[in-house]
């Protein structure tokens, strides 16, 4: 069935840029997502990116798309204190449309 | 900003009570979900409606759980009775379609189970 997969860590400086990676199996996935979660809050959406997208820029966040790999990434330049959350991966199952999971990146922010 | 609205954002409750989620979706979006998510896991789909209809309640434990849209725009998900280990949060999201795309999320209710 379908599965996304994601690192549960990644420790970084703040400043530095953030790459958080996530591999889906789904290779007819439409819409792929990452979301953000605050400790105690529900999810955000932070953006996503259409499957015949390879690039996707907003602000401070870069998705980047290779669907001969079906990876995904998410950078975050100038990483911040504010930016400490779980990420979360998610595609679209095309059998039924639903969202798919991935367990979640925590982002741990170092001064 | 529109958003959805949940309640209560915190239960405590005894095993074998029951218990019940609130959820308004942002207006006019026909797709409403119900996830469970337990602590360090994503988030597991329990149901979902399109209107007032069920697409899709194949993860519900449908001997304790129901959830209904009785008019196809606010929902209640009901536990009964409830189990220490559904103790999780408890998010509803809402969304324009049932494609998926930008489904919104609700503060959830975190539940605990004592």
């Known amino acids: 069935g379908e599965d996304v997969e994601q690192s549960l860590f990644l420790s970084v400086r703040e400043g530095d840029s953030s790459v958080i990676n996530c591999t889906y199996t789904?290779?007819?996935?439409?819409?792929l997502y990452w979301y953000k979660q605050e400790p105690g809050a529900g999810l955000q959406l932070l953006t996503y990116?259409?499957?015949n997208m390879d690039m996707k820029q907003d602000q401070r966040l870069t998705v980047l798309l290779n669907k001969k790999d079906k990876h995904l990434s998410l950078r975050i330049a100038d990483t911040q204190t504010g930016d400490s959350a779980i990420y979360f991966c998610?595609?679209?199952?095309?059998?039924?449309?639903?969202?798919?999971w991935g367990a979640g990146t925590k982002l741990i922010i170092k001064p | 900003e529109a958003e959805v609205a949940q309640s209560p954002r915190y239960k405590i409750t005894e095993k074998s009570q029951a218990v019940a989620f609130w959820c308004d979706p942002i207006?006019?979006?026909?797709?409403l979900y119900w996830y469970r998510q337990i602590l360090g896991q994503g988030p597991e789909l329990l149901v979902q409606?399109?209107?007032?209809?069920?697409?899709?309640d194949s993860q519900l434990p449908k001997d304790r759980f129901s959830a209904e849209r009785l008019k196809g725009v606010d929902s209640t998900l009901k536990i009964q009775p409830a189990e220490l280990g559904d103790s999780a949060m408890y998010l509803c999201?809402?969304?324009?379609?049932?494609?998926?795309?930008?489904?919104?999320f609700g503060q959830g209710t975190r539940l605990t189970v004592v």
């Open positions: 999201a809402s969304s324009l379609g049932s494609g998926g795309r930008e489904a919104f």
């Open positions: 207006s006019g979006h026909a797709t």
């Open positions: 409606f399109q209107d007032e209809s069920v697409v899709d």
């Open positions: 789904d290779s007819s996935s439409t819409y």
């Open positions: 990116i259409f499957s």
């Open positions: 998610a595609e679209t199952a095309r059998s039924n449309y639903q969202l798919i």
